[in-house]
C-alpha cells in the first residue's frame, strides 16, 4: 500500500485509511464481523484507523468504537507496529443523538478514558472533534497540549475547523491534520480554503464521509460521470470517487467507512486509479453545486 507521511511528523501512514464510525452505530454489525473489517484492512495494508469517544450507540455505550478497535489490534496476528488509531473526543451521544462539548474538564476526562480503551498506551493521534462555542479553541485545546506534555497523545488533530480556528488551534498545540467533511456532495474544503492551508502547510487532510456517508453512498451510480469514468475504467464508483479526492491534494488521505469486508477490500483499490486532469475536471463540473 502507498503511504504518506502523517502531517510533517516522519510517521507514515497508509493513502487510504479505515473510517470505524459505521461498525459501532446503532446500524453496527455483530462484534465478530467488525473485527474482520478490521483484520482484512490491516491485511491490506491500511496503517491508519479512524475512530472516535462518540462512536456508539449512545452515552451508556461510549467509547465503544475505540475498545472495538483495541481488541480487534490485540487479536491480529500479523504485524501491527506501523498501525496508527486516530481517536477523537468533544461530541456526547444523549439518547444517541450527537452535542458539542467543548468545556476542557469533560475533555481531559475523556482523553483519559479514551487512553485506557485504546489499551493504555499513548494515543497515537487525538482530534478536537467540532469547535464549542461555548469555550475558546484556546481553553478546549489545553488538556489535549498536556496530555501531550504527559506522553498520554503523541499527536493532535482537529475536526470542522476553518482556517482561522486551525490557526488558533497551533497557537497552542502542534496540528498535524485535519478532518473535514468533503465528498461530491460537499465540496466546501476547495471553497474555505482549508484544503489549500493543509497542503501549504504539510497538515494531512483527512475528508470524512468521503463517499457521502451512509445515506447517500448508494447514490453515486446516479452520478453519470462517475458511473461512466467506474465503468471505463472497470473499477467501482467508490474507486473513482477515493482516487477524485486523492487527486485533489496531495495533503489527503481518505478515511472510508465500513462495516462490510467486501467495502474495505473495494476501498483500498482506490489507490491504484489515476484520473487524467480531464477526468477530474468531469467529475467537478458533475459535481459542483
Ligand atoms: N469528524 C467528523 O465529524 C466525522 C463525521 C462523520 C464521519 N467521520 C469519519 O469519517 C469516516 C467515513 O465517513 P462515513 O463512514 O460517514 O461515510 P463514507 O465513508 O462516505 O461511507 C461509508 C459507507 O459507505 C459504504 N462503503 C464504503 N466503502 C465502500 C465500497 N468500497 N463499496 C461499497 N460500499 C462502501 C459503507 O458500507 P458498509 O457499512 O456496508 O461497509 C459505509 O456504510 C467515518 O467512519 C468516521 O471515521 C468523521
Known amino acids: 500500500m502507498e503511504t504518506k507521511e502523517l502531517g510533517h511528523t516522519g510517521v507514515k501512514i497508509s493513502a487510504i485509511a479505515l473510517g470505524g464510525m459505521p461498525m459501532s452505530l446503532s446500524s453496527r454489525p455483530p462484534e465478530s464481523e467488525s473485527i474482520k473489517v478490521i483484520h482484512r484492512a490491516l491485511d491490506l ?8 469517544d462518540s462512536y456508539c450507540k449512545d452515552e451508556s455505550d461510549k467509547h465503544h468504537n475505540e475498545g472495538l478497535i483495541s481488541k480487534a489490534l490485540s487479536s491480529y496476528s500479523g504485524d501491527k507496529s506501523n498501525v496508527l488509531v486516530a481517536t477523537k473526543g468533544g461530541l456526547m451521544r444523549p439518547n444517541g443523538s450527537w ?66 480556528q486551525i490557526k488558533r ?53 446516479d452520478i453519470d460521470a462517475i458511473a461512466q469514468l467506474a465503468q471505463e475504467k ?37 489507490v491504484d486509479v489515476n484520473l487524467s486532469d480531464e477526468e477530474v475536471a468531469k467529475i467537478n463540473r458533475a459535481t459542483a453545486s
Open 45 to 52: 495494508g491500511v496503517t491508519l484507523i479512524d475512530t472516535a
Open 169 to 221: 488551534a497551533r497557537d497552542v498545540v502542534e496540528i498535524v491534520s485535519v478532518q473535514n467533511q468533503y465528498n461530491p456532495w460537499n465540496r466546501q474544503p476547495e471553497e474555505d480554503g482549508v484544503l489549500e492551508y493543509c497542503e501549504k502547510e504539510q497538515l494531512t487532510f483527512l475528508p470524512w464521509s468521503p463517499l457521502g456517508g451512509s445515506r447517500r453512498v448508494g447514490k453515486l451510480e
Open 99 to 164: 452535542t458539542r462539548n467543548g468545556n476542557p474538564d469533560h475533555l481531559r476526562e475523556t482523553i483519559r478514558i479514551s487512553f485506557e480503551a485504546l489499551g493504555g498506551k499513548p494515543i497515537d493521534v487525538w482530534q478536537y472533534h467540532p469547535p464549542d462555542t461555548d469555550y475558546t479553541i484556546e481553553a478546549s485545546l489545553k488538556p489535549a497540549k498536556e496530555a501531550v506534555e504527559q506522553g498520554t497523545i503523541r499527536f493532535v488533530g482537529v475536526s470542522n475547523f476553518s482556517v482561522e
Open 234 to 270: 472497470s473499477v467501482s464508483v467508490y474507486n473513482i470517487v477515493l482516487a477524485w479526492l486523492r487527486a485533489k491534494s496531495p495533503a489527503i488521505v481518505p478515511i472510508p467507512g465500513a462495516s462490510k469486508v467486501s467495502s474495505i477490500e473495494d476501498s483500498v483499490r482506490a
